[in-house]
């Protein structure tokens, strides 16, 4: 596609509910990134993926969070049972390949508001 | 956990000023970059400056590097409204291939 794609734009949740966040990477970028950034604050990686392997996912907070890549393409994030302080802003990011020196090209993000 | 730390946190000019932002990190690194966010929203990668690399330029923007110091600032000469956004450093390890690490990052306003 044109760019990287999330969906959805916002999700609004209560305490307890699991949710499920989708990343459509740029067309033939093997490598997909997940990162959090929480109001006023930097990014904090969560895990990233080069083809359907996920070579670090040291970010990620608790054993409630997961993630998947398949086909090399689309990865969802999960988020179970979820807790207020898992609101934030949750975006994804591709780059043609793994590497610090390969771009990181920015989804939209999306809003996850836990009630 | 956070890498960079830049300084100032939040910075406000008039239009056609320049606006310099700071940057820290706290081990070697192999490059940093620049990003751009508007609105809390995706970021825009704007600069990439490799680590035996001083200075670098794109259009308005100027970047350097000390690594002795273990710092970068980010230049943006004669500023518009548009430039309106916060900005982030972040550096990559080589041992940890791919991650970034951001700062908390500017929050520059620039008024017409």
């Known amino acids: 596609g044109a760019g990287v794609s999330q969906s959805p734009s916002n999700k609004v949740t209560e305490k307890g509910k699991d949710v499920e966040l989708r990343c459509d990477p740029i067309?033939?970028?093997?490598?997909l990134y997940w990162y959090r950034q929480s109001l006023g604050q930097g990014l904090e990686f969560l895990i990233y993926f080069q083809g359907n392997s996920a070579p670090d996912k040291s970010g990620l907070p608790s054993d409630r969070f997961s993630a998947e890549r398949t086909g090399g393409s689309v990865s969802t994030l999960t988020i179970q049972r979820t807790q207020q302080e898992d609101s934030a802003v949750y975006l994804c990011?591709?780059?043609?390949?793994?590497?610090?020196?390969?771009?990181?090209?920015f989804g939209p993000g999306t809003r996850l508001t836990v009630l | 956990s956070q890498q960079g730390e830049e300084d100032p946190q939040a910075l406000s000019i008039q239009e056609g000023e320049n606006a310099t932002m700071n940057c820290s990190y706290k081990t070697s690194i192999n490059n940093l970059q620049w990003y751009r966010q508007n609105s809390g929203r995706g970021l825009v990668h704007l600069i990439l400056?490799?680590?035996?690399?001083r200075e670098k330029h794109s259009g308005r923007l100027r970047v350097t590097l000390d690594t002795s110091k273990k710092s970068s600032s980010l230049l943006i000469t004669a500023s518009r409204a548009a430039d309106t956004a916060s900005y982030f450093c972040?550096?990559?390890?080589?041992?940890?291939?791919?991650?970034?690490?951001f700062g908390r990052g500017t929050q520059l306003t620039v008024w017409p």
């Open positions: 067309s033939g970028h093997t490598a």
């Open positions: 972040a550096t990559g390890r080589g041992s940890t291939l791919g991650r970034l690490y």
């Open positions: 400056i490799r680590s035996n690399e």
């Open positions: 990011a591709s780059s043609f390949i793994a590497g610090e020196t390969n771009e990181q090209f």
